[in-house]
């Protein structure tokens, strides 16, 4: 009997011990981040219906981070209701004075306050939405309340309480903590 390349010493094939490639990292539990430097080896991907495992997130781009901050759900309730109260009190004010034309003696001097008023209130919320500056809303939600105070002179009724509340609530939502805390980070002014 002849001896082939492929025949050991007693006439079987020789042993040799079986190379596999080095099994991947096991992926951490769901929910977890991955261990840092134990990703998925390039150009190999999960199979199917199984989650990607967590690594670290990319670096931000350069010159990123002061404007970056979450805001606060107050701080855009107060831009929001800042829209609505400005932007209907200009729109019937318009209406108003095209429709009535003349205004005399006290009440005209106060419409044109309160539409300068409504005016400032809508840019101030553009103002505060964009980071940049706080105090033109506070200023105008407090001028807002000092001019429904003055035409409460000439007839109180119920629903002008509420055009006290709404004012009150843009102070309210910009002057506590967490709305500060965001303007600083920010870099807006504010009060």
């Given at each position: 009997m002849s001896q082939t390349p492929y025949d050991g010493p007693n006439g079987q094939?020789?042993?040799?011990?079986?190379?596999?490639?080095?099994?991947?990292?096991?992926?951490?539990?769901?929910?977890?981040?991955?261990?840092?430097?134990?990703?998925?080896?390039?150009?190999?991907?999960?199979?199917?219906?199984?989650?990607?495992?967590?690594?670290?997130?990319?670096p931000a781009p350069a010159g990123a981070g002061t404007g970056t901050a979450r805001r606060p759900g107050t701080v855009t309730a107060a831009a929001v209701l800042a829209f609505v109260v400005g932007g209907l009190t200009l729109l019937l004010g318009l209406i108003g004075l095209s429709a009535f034309g003349e205004l005399d003696g006290f009440t005209g001097p106060l419409f044109v306050l309160?539409?300068?008023?409504?005016?400032?209130?809508?840019?101030?919320?553009?103002?505060?939405?964009?980071?940049?500056?706080?105090?033109?809303?506070?200023?105008?939600?407090?001028?807002?309340?000092v001019l429904n105070l003055l035409s409460l002179i000439g007839a109180f009724e119920g629903r002008s309480l509420l055009s006290f509340v709404i004012p009150g609530?843009?102070?309210y939502f910009l002057l506590n903590t967490p709305a500060k805390a965001w303007f600083d980070r920010v870099g807006a002014t504010h009060f």
């Open positions: 094939y020789p042993q040799h011990e079986p190379t596999y490639p080095a099994a991947p990292p096991a992926p951490a539990p769901h929910g977890q981040p991955q261990p840092y430097g134990q990703s998925q080896p390039y150009g190999q991907s999960q199979p199917y219906g199984r989650p990607q495992p967590y690594g670290q997130m990319p309160v539409l300068i008023v409504a005016a400032a209130e809508v840019w101030g919320g553009i103002q505060v939405l964009g980071g940049k500056d706080a105090r033109i809303l506070t200023i105008a939600a407090g001028a807002g309340i609530l843009i102070l």
